[in-house]
């Protein structure tokens, strides 16, 4: 089955930097990866995607701050994450849109989170 791994959480203080990594493995034809997150309470919402063939897209409240990238040999994409704010704390969940290779399903897919947690 598909699965998305993602590491790279944790806790650091205000203006602090991390790194989220995601390994996709059993999924093909990739065409777009990309990184939301949800807080206690609030809707899940979009941080940022990196189509195939396409260009970057950021959330207005990280633009400057977060950088996506992906790197397709190993199936990787990255969030990296400086000048951190305690409204960045959330559960952060990979998503890639592709093609199972075991089902042959297209959709969406899930990683189950990493927790970034900032302190003021």
């Known amino acids: 089955q598909v699965q998305l791994l993602e590491s790279g959480g944790g806790l650091v203080q205000a203006g602090g930097s991390l790194r989220l990594s995601c390994v996709a493995s059993?999924?093909?034809?990739?065409?777009?990866m990309g990184w939301y997150r949800q807080a206690p309470g609030k809707r899940r919402e979009l941080v940022a995607k990196i189509p195939s063939g396409g260009v970057t897209n950021y959330a207005d409240s990280v633009k400057g701050r977060f950088t996506i990238s992906r790197d397709n040999a190993k199936n990787t994409v990255y969030l990296q994450m400086d000048s951190l704010k305690p409204e960045d704390t959330a559960v952060y969940l990979c998503?890639?849109?592709?093609?199972?290779?075991?089902?042959?399903?297209?959709?969406?897919?899930w990683g189950q989170g990493t927790q970034v947690t900032v302190s003021s």
């Open positions: 998503n890639v849109a592709g093609s199972s290779t075991y089902s042959r399903r297209y959709g969406d897919y």
């Open positions: 059993g999924i093909i034809n990739i065409v777009g």
